[in-house]
Nanobody
Framework: QVQLVESGGGLVQPGGSLRLSCVASGFTFSSYVMSWYRQAPGKERELVATITPSGGSTNVADSVKGRFTISRDNAKNTVYLQMNSLKPEDTAVYYC??????????WGQGTQVTVSS
């Protein structure tokens, strides 16, 4: 019954912004580390950002540092990825991931982000 549902993707021009959302259900959201990954065609899935259960600590990949911000609202069971100054190389399917204490990962279905002029 654990479900992660991403939304907020779309087509934007270079330099534009998007905010992705991942709404979780079926578990105690505030107990788990959440992450955003992305996967471009022909590329391996890569870690974009991670946030601790209470939101007290975040980590963002060097490739998006200064442009992307991860945050969470535990009252809404939601984790966000604010993406600014988007570049064509940011084009990918973005996935939300929940990691359990036993190291089992739950994944959302993904949301497409396309950055193109």
């Amino acid at each position: 019954q654990v479900q992660l549902v991403e939304s907020g993707g779309g087509l934007v021009q270079p330099g534009g912004s998007l905010r992705l959302s991942c709404v979780a259900s079926g578990f105690t959201f505030s107990s788990y580390v959440m992450s955003w990954y992305r996967q471009a065609p022909g590329k391996e899935r890569e870690l974009v950002a991670t946030i601790t259960p209470s939101g007290g600590s975040t980590n963002v990949a060097d490739s998006v540092k200064g442009r992307f911000t991860i945050s969470r609202d535990n009252a809404k069971n939601t984790v966000y990825l604010q993406m600014n100054s988007l570049k064509p190389e940011d084009t990918a399917v973005y996935y939300c991931k929940l990691l359990t204490p036993t190291r089992y990962a739950y994944w959302g279905q993904g949301t497409q982000v396309t950055v193109s002029s």
